[in-house]
T-cell receptor, first 117, second 112 residues
């Protein structure tokens, strides 16, 4: 079974520039998550999709971050404009959970390491 | 809001010994608690899940305990090996939602 694919693996940009990350979840997984992981911290949920609808985006800085999940499969996360504090690893995860079972085991991609200079 | 505390300092142990990692929380007791392993440059990998009505869960050399009175989960690796060196994260579900909140993780180093 193929895992969660993310690209690019690394990105270096200057502040105020734009950047986009791509995620392809495990086939058949209904739920997709984007997390931000700052060095030395645990993953922090930014947005959660159920199929192609948003379940939770309460911690997404909507003035600069946006995300979409096309046709309930792939997803992109965009930052525009980037700030220095956005430097982090952006992790995508998927789960077969379909809104019923709360056990919700998540499968993570390798992440995209973003450096904002 | 829920706060999760994991040892921020690295834990160094000798190969063959049992590693014990701690996850403490301060507020409500979760219905589910998960443990993940994260290697440098990789995403977290799910290891074990324990429910609030379970005291203990085992998988091969791994054991998780869950004490809702102490508001604590312990994660044990018996007969530890250098390959077990990684950061271990605990994650707690948030009641009324389908979200999990992650701790900061504890870095384990098993010395040969």
């Amino acid at each position: 079974e193929a895992g969660v694919a993310q690209s690019p693996r690394y990105k270096i940009i200057e502040k105020r520039q734009s950047v986009a990350f791509w995620c392809n979840p495990i086939s058949g997984h209904a739920t997709l998550y984007w997390y931000q992981q700052i060095l030395g911290q645990g993953p922090k949920l930014l947005i959660q999709f159920q199929n192609n609808g948003v379940v939770d985006d309460s911690q997404l800085p909507k003035d600069r971050f946006s995300a979409e999940r096309l046709k309930g499969v792939d997803s992109t996360l965009k930052i525009q404009p980037a700030k220095l504090e956005d430097s982090a690893v952006y992790l995508c995860a998927s789960s077969p959970w379909a809104g019923i079972e709360r056990e919700n085991i998540q499968y993570f991609g390798a992440g995209t390491r973003l450096s904002v200079l | 809001s829920q706060k999760i505390e994991q040892n921020s300092e690295a834990l160094n142990i000798q190969e063959g010994k049992t590693a014990t990692l701690t996850c403490n929380y301060t507020n409500y007791s979760p219905a589910y608690l998960q443990w993940y392993r994260q290697d440098p440059g990789r995403g977290p990998v799910f290891l074990l899940l324990i429910r609030e009505n379970e005291k203990e869960k085992r998988k091969e050399r791994l054991k998780v305990t869950f004490d809702t009175t102490l508001k604590q989960s312990l994660f044990h690796i018996t007969a530890s090996q250098p390959a077990d060196s990684a950061t271990y994260l605990c994650a707690l579900d948030i009641p009324g939602t389908y979200k999990y909140i992650f701790g900061t993780g504890t870095r384990l180093k098993v010395l040969a």
